[in-house]
Structures are given as structure tokens and as C-alpha cells.
């Protein structure tokens, strides 16, 4: 390996001047010698990677040709046209039993073949020849499509508290409103991130694991055939067998999504259902049920790149959910049997184990959307399932539990995030003077060859480009603080002004914590209970007030991640970072309108299938039903349901618990370091314990067990085949299981016309009740059809 002004070769000779030919002194163009190059798939690998730089640095070649364009009309063509399409997917999978989201891989696969095509299409002579076709489609273009596809498939939070608007209140505001609304929700977040990009983007440990299928991918398809021959003919073949094989357990054999033993031998009993059953939505836990649908398997991240620890603390975390949420309900806490095993509704005290009644949360509200003591009195609190209670629990003791271990055990992988409040430049922005009132023409300080091959080979190599100015981002967060402060007063949030700043502060803040545990261990936590908490006892009564608090606060912080995210690509891609910035905020615009216009046409045509408890197999509201219970219950009745005394008062707690949790095992490995006690990450434990309070959960077996295979054994002891085609296989299985799936959607399950169902047999149970055939709870009434 050599390099040369910045720019990183690899080949088994150095390469010397004669291989680089110069257009000018700043633009290298890489010509290497055939016989200097290493064929990648003939190459030997044997000690596995053991640390996140060993890992992307032998996953992803360290090189770059800065002259490759990626500012082309395919480029533009193809990423607006799939923008439309991925904000619109994403928008309805919102509204779906099992919220599968759109795959950066599948993009990938997608556009790749768009892009071929363009390139064999259109004209390549002369001056429109230039402009629309200037040579073969290559790979930063491609990274820039996929981009732009990621920031418009983000679901908007500011989307689902109008769908709740809508069904629950019956407020509907004006169309320009709704989308600004989310526009501003979701550019809060770009903002943020950033201005923080120093530290949650450029480092090596910063890994981003769910990149690495798709930044694999797109090096694979744009290298010499010669170099990734064999990693491209598995990636071809995984995705023919998933595309074919998906349409089984999604549609012909519903069956084969959740196998229980159990349920197929003793099908009248409810207990079983409850400990064995999960193929359907809030069905049972799911223990020991073997799925075969690999969308349901990949469904908390892929189990291909999910790193190993986080693979056993979750594994940890789901044990202990199963014992704690059997227990909770079979000894009838929070009088537990007359409601759901698991559903994240309200419900009423007139419930039944025979007849669920939903809680009417508008009963209690008068005509300021507040609630009314006198109506509350008469109506009584509503009751939550003990699994919903329980995993809101844990969630919160997850949310602290990861503030604490990040402070404790990665403080110097945070640290400079806080270099801003540092005493210091405090003090410069209260001396007048000294304040850059020319801030554009403010010049980024360029950092030293070694500095940033320290950070990342792969941040050196960004080095040849022109960043993205701090200032454009702290423009565009104050802009869509502007228009985010006006819209949802337009939108009737009844929110306060102050209590908006307060709610940006906060998801500023808590990016710090929260974005590292998905850039290093690859796992998600939804934060929203902590900003609903504080909301809760700053705007008490108010549930509208709560939930738009709660998407200012939650939904920046959420939009920051998926955004950092993908700057992350972006510095594996080796693209522009000028180029990444304005592909997000064009994709985000996109998918701020078609995710605005698919919710209103979605809630009026599906109304009363979003408002029922369990929903059918094609459409659910359990997204929106989570969205509203929380506002009313934190909202409108935190003080009665989780204030000291209160019914629930022990999912308050749990945000103190949370704060000790992580310092016993901190302690004990300082004192018995040779216990590795470093490896148990309490905040993945207790935030897997809320995954199973709702959703299916037949697939959780078979994700653990192709965890350990691909994490543990075969990067262990098949190291040379673990890197080269443990991440290209799970790119072809995600783009293979994502094409069939948007095809059924369209086409069978409702999405572009009338259901068609699949005619019922014993693989397809869907008109008599679980697919599993677990006993049906009779309190959920009759099974509805497509």
C-alpha cells in the first residue's frame, strides 16, 4: 500500500509517479497497472477484525479518485424520481403490522440497474452527450442517489402526531401548514447533526454497522468484474432466492412467518398463546418459534451486521422480558388478566377477559383540548396491559441506563461534542468584538495528513474535498426553528413558545448520548418516553401540548441519527461532502410532501381498520394507537398514572433506576477487569425487554441463532470468508426480501387497489385466526378478513 497528496493506493507494488496521470495538480486520476492490483477475491484473510477500524478498513478499500463526478442528470433524475417513491413506501409502511422500512440495499439494487440503463440510453456525443451521459455510471453518483433515498424514506414523527390529529381529535390543519410542519421537524434534526459531525461521524469507532451491507455493495458493483466477481455472484445469488422465497411466509404460506410446536398441538389454550404465539401483531412473545420470513428475522437489524455484544445483550434482555412478562400478567398485577397480554392501547376499568373496551381519551378533554377534572372524575383513569406498563418501564431505565454508561465507559469518545459550552468560547460570544460577523467567508481549518489517518484512513481520503461550512447547518437549524415555531401554532398544538425551545435544547443535547449507541453498537432506542416525561410535567393536562412537545424534542433527535447515518455513507463512499448535503436536504424535502399527502389519503380510506385494537394482517394503527396513548397518559394523566402513588408510578421511576443501573458492572470491572464485565451494556438489555410489549415476535429465535453464526462463528473461525461475503450476502438477502415485498404490497395487499387475498388452506389461516393456529384471545372479538 502507498500513498501519494492524499490519495491511498493498494496493489502489491507501491505506486510510483508513472502510474498517475495528472489533468492538474489537484485533480489525480488513479491508473494502475493491471498487474499491481490485487485481485480482492483471491486475497487471504485470517485474523478476524477485532476492532471497528480493523473492520471497515478490510470491508471497504481505502482509495479514492476525487475526480469522479457525482453531479450528473442520472443523478438528479434518478434520486428525485425514487425519492417520491421511497417517501411514499415508507409513509405506508407506517401504517403495516410489521413496520418494514425501505433498505438502503434495496435502493441500491434498484438504482444501480436505473443508472446502467440511462447510461446505455442516452446520448453521449457532443455537448447534450456531456451534459446527460458523461461516461459510465459510477459510484459516487450511486451514493449520492442512495443519499437522497435514505433522508426521504425517514419517517417523520410530525407525520404521525397529524394522523393522530386527525383520527383521534378530529383536527385537520391547513395542507401548507401539515407540510412545513414536517419540514421543519425534519430539518431541526440535519441541523444538529451536523454541527456535531466532528465527533459522531469522523472517527473509526463511530462504525455505523448498518451501513456496511450498502457501502459494500457500492463498491462491488462499480469495481473491475476481475476484482469482485465471486462476492457479486453471491450477492446475486442470495437475492434470487430471497426475492423468490419471500413470497411464501408474506403471502402463500403465512404459516411458514411463525412455527410453533406448541400451537399446533394444543391450539384451544390461551396461556400457549401468550408464551408461544407471535406470527401476528400483540399475538403472544413468541418463545421458541421458528420463522421463515427473513423480513421478520432482520426486523431489529439485520443479524448479518448487528455487532456480537449487542447480539448477547439483547439476547440477555429478551430472556429476562419473557420470565418478567408472563410473570407480571399470570399474577394478575395492574389487575393485568382483564386486559391484553400484550397491545400498547388504553383501556377502559369496563373491560372484560371476554370483551377488551378501548378508553375514549376525548371524554375527558374539553373544547381546549385539555383535561377536565369534573370529566375525568365521571370517566375514570385509564388502564394500560402490564406488558405495555412493564416495557414502558424498561425502556426508561434504558434511556438513563445509556446517558450513564456512555458518560462512564465512552466519555473520550464524546468529550469534544462539548467543546462548544467550553469556558472559553463562552466567554468569546460575550465579547462583541471578537464576533465573526463574516461568517461565509469563514475557511474551514484543514488538519494535517497524520491527524486525520489517525482519526480514519477513510476521513483522510475526505481530505482531497471541500467540507460543508458549520455555518450552513447553523443556518438551516434556525431556519427551521423559525418555521417549526410558527406551524405549530397554525396547527392548534396549544404548545408554548418556551416550551418549543426547550424541546430543541434537549434533542441537541441528547444526540450526544443517543447517536453513539447506535454508531457503535448498531442498536436504536426510542428516547420519545424521557422528552414526553419532562413535557408531562412542564405542560400538565395538555395532551396535544404534549405530544407536539414531544416531536420537536424526539422526532430532531431521531432525524439527527438517521442523518448522521448517512454522512457516515457518505465518508465510506468516499462523496463530496458538499454533495451529501445537498442530497439530504432535497431528499428530505421530498419526503416531507409525499409522506404529508400518502397519511391524508391513508387515514381517510383506513379509518376505522386504524382505530381497532389488533388491526388485520395489510393494515395496523398501532404506530398511531402507541402515538396517542402516550400523549394522553403523559400528557393529560402523568400525574394520576405515573406521579408518586400513581398506578404506574414505577415507569417514572425508571428513569432514576436507569441513571445506577450501569455503575455496579462499572465498578466490579475496575476492581475484577478479567470478569469482562465492559462486555454487558445495561441500556441494550432493558431497552430489548420493551421490543416485546408489542409487534410479532415469532422471528426472534432465528435472530439470535444467524447472529451468533455470522457475528461469532463464522468471523472467528471463517474469517477469510466472513470478510469477504458476510456483508455482500446480506445486502442480496435485504434487496432480494425488500423487492418482493414492495411487489406484494402494490399488488396483493391493498396498497395500489382492492386486497387479494390468498385462498385460504391450512398454510393460510388468516380468516379463522392466528396464522400459527395459537388459540385467538376472545376478548379481541372476531377475526376480520383482508
Not at 163 to 171: C, D, E, F, S, T
Request: positive net charge; proline residues 5%; aromatic residues 12%.
Amino acid at each position: 500500500m502507498a500513498s501519494k497528496d492524499g490519495i491511498t493506493y493498494r496493489g502489491e507494488k507501491d505506486v510510483s509517479a508513472e502510474h498517475v496521470e495528472y489533468i492538474d495538480a489537484k485533480k489525480p486520476i488513479v491508473a494502475v497497472e493491471e498487474e499491481s492490483v490485487d485481485h480482492d477475491d483471491d486475497k487471504r484473510y485470517n485474523k478476524p477484525p477485532k476492532t471497528a477500524r480493523e473492520l471497515v478498513t478490510e470491508i471497504l478499500l481505502v482509495e479514492d479518485d476525487p475526480t469522479v463526478n457525482p453531479w450528473t442528470f442520472r443523478m438528479w433524475f434518478i434520486g428525485i424520481g425514487m425519492s417520491v417513491f421511497a417517501g411514499t413506501v415508507t409513509t405506508i409502511n407506517t401504517f403495516k403490522p410489521q413496520s418494514i422500512h425501505i433498505h438502503l440495499v434495496f435502493v441500491a439494487v434498484i438504482t444501480y440497474i436505473m443508472g446502467m440503463g440511462l447510461a446505455a440510453i442516452l446520448p453521449s456525443k457532443g455537448r447534450l452527450g456531456r451534459i446527460l451521459n458523461p461516461g459510465p455510471f459510477n459510484k459516487k453518483e450511486h451514493a449520492a442517489i442512495c443519499i437522497m433515498c435514505a433522508a426521504s424514506a425517514a419517517t417523520p414523527e410530525a407525520m404521525t402526531v397529524l394522523a393522530v390529529q386527525k383520527l383521534y381529535y378530529n383536527i385537520q390543519p391547513n395542507p401548507a401548514v401539515g407540510v412545513f410542519l414536517i419540514l421543519s421537524t425534519q430539518m431541526l434534526g440535519y441541523g444538529v447533526a451536523g454541527m456535531l459531525r466532528r465527533t459522531l461521524v469522523y472517527p473509526s469507532n463511530m462504525l455505523y454497522p448498518t451501513n456496511l451491507p450498502t457501502a459494500s455493495l457500492l463498491e462491488s458493483l462499480h469495481r473491475d468484474r476481475k476484482k469482485s466477481g465471486k462476492r457479486m455472484k453471491v450477492f446475486y445469488i442470495a437475492f434470487a432466492v430471497l426475492f423468490c422465497w419471500q413470497a411464501f411466509p408474506q403471502y402463500i404460506a403465512p404459516i411458514m412467518a411463525g412455527v410453533s410446536v406448541f400451537c399446533l398441538s394444543m391450539r384451544h389454550n390461551l396461556f400457549v398463546t401468550n408464551m408461544f404465539g407471535g406470527s401476528m401483531a400483540n399475538e403472544g412473545l413468541g418463545t421458541l418459534s421458528l420463522s421463515f420470513d427473513w423480513t421478520m428475522i432482520s426486523a431489529h437489524g439485520n443479524p448479518l451486521w448487528v455487532p456480537f455484544q449487542t447480539i448477547m445483550n439483547s439476547l440477555l434482555g429478551y430472556l429476562l422480558a419473557i420470565g418478567c412478562f408472563m410473570g407480571l400478567y399470570y399474577s394478575n398485577i395492574w389487575n393485568a388478566r382483564k386486559y391484553p397480554f400484550l397491545s400498547p392501547n388504553l383501556f377502559s376499568d369496563k373491560s372484560t377477559a371476554k370483551k377488551y373496551v378501548t378508553y375514549n381519551q376525548t371524554a375527558i378533554l374539553n373544547s381546549q383540548w385539555t383535561v377536565d377534572k369534573a370529566r375525568l372524575e365521571k370517566v375514570g383513569l385509564p388502564w394500560l396491559s402490564s406488558s405495555h406498563a412493564l416495557g414502558m418501564t424498561t425502556q426508561n431505565i434504558a434511556i438513563m441506563a445509556t446517558v450513564t454508561h456512555m458518560i462512564v465507559w465512552h466519555w473520550d469518545d464524546i468529550k469534544t461534542a462539548f467543546e462548544v459550552v467550553h469556558i472559553s468560547k463562552l466567554k468569546k460570544l460575550l465579547r462583541p468584538k471578537e464576533w465573526d460577523l463574516k461568517f461565509w467567508k469563514h475557511k474551514e481549518t484543514k488538519i494535517s495528513d497524520e491527524e486525520a489517518e489517525r482519526i480514519d484512513p477513510h476521513y483522510r481520503l475526505m481530505q482531497a474535498y471541500r467540507d460543508v461550512p458549520s455555518w450552513w447547518f447553523a443556518g438551516l437549524w434556525v431556519a427551521s426553528a423559525t418555521v417549526g415555531l410558527i406551524t405549530s401554532r397554525l396547527a392548534g398544538s396549544t404548545l408554548d413558545w418556551w416550551a418549543f425551545f426547550v424541546a430543541i435544547f434537549i434533542s441537541t443535547v441528547s444526540l450526544v448520548f443517543f447517536a453513539p449507541l447506535q454508531a457503535m453498537f448498531g442498536f436504536n432506542l426510542n428516547v420519545q418516553p424521557l422528552i414526553q416525561m419532562i413535557g408531562a410535567f412542564m405542560l400538565p393536562g395538555r395532551p396535544l401540548a404534549n405530544m407536539y412537545f414531544a416531536t420537536f424534542g424526539y422526532n430532531s433527535l431521531y432525524q439527527a441519527k438517521n442523518l448522521l447515518k448517512d454522512l457516515k455513507l457518505g465518508q465510506y463512499a468516499h462523496l463530496a461532502p458538499r454533495c451529501t448535503f445537498s442530497v439530504q436536504v432535497v431528499g428530505t424535502s421530498i419526503g416531507c410532501l409525499m409522506s404529508y399527502t400518502m397519511m391524508q389519503q391513508i387515514t381517510t380510506d383506513k379509518r376505522e381498520i386504524l382505530l381497532a385494537i389488533q388491526g388485520t394482517n395489510v393494515w395496523s394503527g398501532q404506530t398511531i394507537q402507541r402515538e396517542n396513548s402516550a400523549a394522553v397518559t403523559w400528557g393529560g394523566l402523568a400525574k394520576y398514572l405515573y406521579g408518586v402513588g400513581g398506578r404506574y408510578q414505577f415507569v417514572s421511576l425508571g428513569f432514576l433506576i436507569g441513571l445506577a443501573v450501569p455503575l455496579p458492572t462499572w465498578f466490579l470491572h475496575k476492581k475484577f477487569p478479567k470478569l469482562r464485565l465492559d462486555y454487558l451494556n445495561t441500556a441494550i438489555v432493558c431497552g430489548t425487554m420493551n421490543i416485546l410489549s408489542h409487534g410479532t415476535h415469532s422471528a426472534l429465535l432465528l435472530h439470535y441463532v444467524t447472529g451468533f453464526i455470522s457475528q461469532y462463528w463464522l468471523r472467528k473461525y471463517r474469517t477469510n470468508w466472513f470478510i469477504k461475503y458476510n456483508y455482500i450476502l446480506s445486502a442480496g438477502m435485504d434487496g432480494g426480501a425488500q423487492v418482493i415485498a414492495f411487489l406484494l404490497t402494490f399488488t396483493v395487499f391493498g396498497a395500489g387497489g382492492k386486497p387479494v387475498p390468498f385462498p385460504p388452506y391450512w398454510g393460510n389461516n388468516h380468516q379463522k385466526g392466528n396464522y400459527d393456529y395459537c388459540m385467538r384471545d376472545p376478548g379481541l372479538g372476531k377475526k376480520k378478513a383482508h
